[in-house]
Protein backbone atom coordinates (compact mmCIF):
# COMPACT_ATOMS: atom_id res chain seq x y z
CA UNK A 1 0.00 0.00 0.00
CA UNK A 2 0.67 3.41 -0.28
CA UNK A 3 1.09 4.34 3.21
CA UNK A 4 4.12 1.81 3.52
CA UNK A 5 5.83 2.90 0.34
CA UNK A 6 5.24 6.41 2.10
CA UNK A 7 6.83 5.70 5.43
CA UNK A 8 9.72 3.88 3.70
CA UNK A 9 10.67 7.02 1.53
CA UNK A 10 10.52 9.26 5.05
CA UNK A 11 12.21 6.72 7.14
CA UNK A 12 14.93 6.43 4.28
CA UNK A 13 15.50 10.09 4.41
CA UNK A 14 16.09 9.81 7.90
CA UNK A 15 13.11 12.71 8.99
CA UNK A 16 10.03 12.18 11.09
CA UNK A 17 6.43 12.89 10.10
CA UNK A 18 6.66 16.80 10.92
CA UNK A 19 9.93 17.24 9.00
CA UNK A 20 8.35 15.72 6.33
CA UNK A 21 5.03 17.06 5.95
CA UNK A 22 7.06 20.46 5.70
CA UNK A 23 9.44 19.26 3.27
CA UNK A 24 6.27 18.82 0.97
CA UNK A 25 4.66 21.78 2.09
CA UNK A 26 1.44 19.92 4.06
CA UNK A 27 0.08 20.16 7.62
CA UNK A 28 1.96 17.83 9.76
CA UNK A 29 -1.24 16.59 11.55
CA UNK A 30 -2.81 15.88 7.81
CA UNK A 31 0.86 14.49 6.73
CA UNK A 32 -0.16 12.12 9.74
CA UNK A 33 -3.49 11.00 8.78
CA UNK A 34 -2.11 10.41 5.17
CA UNK A 35 0.85 7.93 6.37
CA UNK A 36 -1.64 6.35 8.87
CA UNK A 37 -4.31 5.45 5.77
CA UNK A 38 -7.15 7.86 7.70
CA UNK A 39 -6.91 9.96 4.52
CA UNK A 40 -5.98 9.38 0.63
CA UNK A 41 -3.92 12.22 -0.63
CA UNK A 42 -5.52 13.95 -3.60
CA UNK A 43 -3.65 14.43 -6.93
CA UNK A 44 -2.11 17.52 -6.02
CA UNK A 45 -0.43 16.18 -2.85
CA UNK A 46 0.74 13.12 -4.18
CA UNK A 47 2.24 15.46 -6.60
CA UNK A 48 3.54 17.81 -4.23
CA UNK A 49 5.45 14.28 -1.82
CA UNK A 50 6.73 13.58 -5.35
CA UNK A 51 8.20 16.53 -6.21
CA UNK A 52 9.73 16.82 -2.40
CA UNK A 53 11.00 13.64 -3.15
CA UNK A 54 12.37 13.91 -6.30
CA UNK A 55 14.39 17.38 -5.26
CA UNK A 56 15.41 15.72 -1.74
CA UNK A 57 17.36 13.03 -3.47
CA UNK A 58 18.98 15.32 -6.27
CA UNK A 59 19.92 17.41 -3.28
CA UNK A 60 21.68 14.59 -1.95
CA UNK A 61 23.54 13.57 -4.57
CA UNK A 62 25.15 16.43 -5.31
CA UNK A 63 26.19 17.15 -2.12
CA UNK A 64 30.14 17.23 -1.98
CA UNK A 65 30.65 17.70 1.25
Excluded at 10 to 21: D, S, V
Excluded at 43 to 63: F, G, W
Aim: hydrophobic residues 30%.
Amino acid sequence: PYTEALKAIREELKLNQREFAELVGLKASYYYQVEKGNRRPSRKVYLQIMDAINTNQTNQSTNFT
